[in-house]
């Protein structure tokens, strides 16, 4: 369906990361998602300076998970931008008895929401989370290194079992909410920041909710940290 704000640039803020976000990996590249502008979906700069890769992804129309690059696709007027709220630390959360998404202390999206008056628009990938088996330890060592360095270091298992394997055959389902008008404000206070950001976690449960079902999850829950 097409949102009520149709016309205007969008913030997508989509969870869970899980290993690769293969719900959305192709999408700045093709896809006009709820308004006929094209989507620059953002990635962590060190990702961005792979050889080859790295080349292919800005290619596609990627640009780094930074305040001043996702200000200025803004500021054109003319293309949204999509964020993975939870990044890196949401590899970690893969596999588990519940969604989680870490995004409790992920208000920076906000306030550059705020600060251009871009609405938000909560977004939940049904699936990520059971692409791989994504291995942890129990001290959390390496989800830390990589949170710190901005990339995964961590192992996982894909299909047949292999080490660093193709993905199990899931289903991915992308759900969007509607979008969540933000008022622009040059310079929002902590409360205005924290009001909207708490609109931004309400619609994660709501969207969750709203499609769970139909995706065969009818009782997993979501929690957010």
Request: aromatic share 12%; charged share 20%.
């Given at each position: 369906h097409f949102p009520?704000?149709?016309?205007?640039?969008?913030?997508?803020?989509?969870?869970?990361?899980g290993l690769a976000p293969l719900g959305i990996v192709g999408y700045a590249f093709w896809s006009k998602l709820f308004t006929n502008r094209l989507c620059r979906w953002t990635a962590?700069?060190?990702?961005?300076?792979?050889?080859v890769v790295g080349t292919l992804m800005k290619y596609c129309g990627y640009v780094p998970a930074v305040t001043k690059d996702i200000e200025r696709v803004l500021s054109t007027g003319e293309e949204s931008?999509?964020?993975?709220?939870?990044?890196?630390?949401?590899?970690?959360?893969?596999?588990?008895?519940?969604?989680?998404?870490?995004?409790l202390?992920?208000?920076?999206?906000?306030?550059?929401?705020?600060?251009?008056?871009?609405?938000?628009?909560?977004?939940?990938?049904?699936?990520?989370?059971?692409?791989?088996?994504?291995?942890t330890d129990p001290f959390g060592i390496l989800q830390a290194i990589?949170?710190?360095?901005?990339?995964?270091?961590?192992?996982?298992?894909?299909?047949?079992?292999?080490?660093?394997?193709?993905?199990?055959?899931?289903?991915?389902?992308v759900a969007c909410g509607e979008p969540i008008p933000c008022p622009k404000t040059e310079a929002p206070t902590q409360d205005l920041i924290d009001e909207y950001h708490a609109k931004l976690m309400?619609?994660?449960?709501?969207?969750?909710?709203?499609?769970?079902?139909?995706?065969?999850?009818?009782?997993?829950?979501l929690k957010l940290k």
């Amino acid at each position: 369906h097409f949102p009520k704000h149709e016309g205007k640039s969008l913030i997508f803020c989509a969870i869970p990361h899980g290993l690769a976000p293969l719900g959305i990996v192709g999408y700045a590249f093709w896809s006009k998602l709820f308004t006929n502008r094209l989507c620059r979906w953002t990635a962590a700069p060190i990702v961005l300076k792979i050889p080859v890769v790295g080349t292919l992804m800005k290619y596609c129309g990627y640009v780094p998970a930074v305040t001043k690059d996702i200000e200025r696709v803004l500021s054109t007027g003319e293309e949204s931008i999509g964020v993975i709220l939870d990044g890196i630390e949401g590899m970690f959360m893969s596999s588990r008895a519940e969604e989680v998404g870490c995004v409790l202390k992920r208000k920076g999206i906000v306030k550059i929401a705020l600060r251009t008056g871009t609405p938000l628009v909560p977004t939940y990938c049904f699936g990520h989370t059971k692409l791989w088996t994504i291995v942890t330890d129990p001290f959390g060592i390496l989800q830390a290194i990589s949170v710190k360095f901005n990339v995964s270091v961590t192992p996982f298992f894909g299909r047949f079992g292999w080490p660093l394997g193709p993905p199990f055959r899931r289903p991915v389902l992308v759900a969007c909410g509607e979008p969540i008008p933000c008022p622009k404000t040059e310079a929002p206070t902590q409360d205005l920041i924290d009001e909207y950001h708490a609109k931004l976690m309400a619609g994660y449960h709501e969207v969750f909710e709203q499609h769970k079902a139909a995706y065969g999850w009818s009782n997993r829950k979501l929690k957010l940290k």
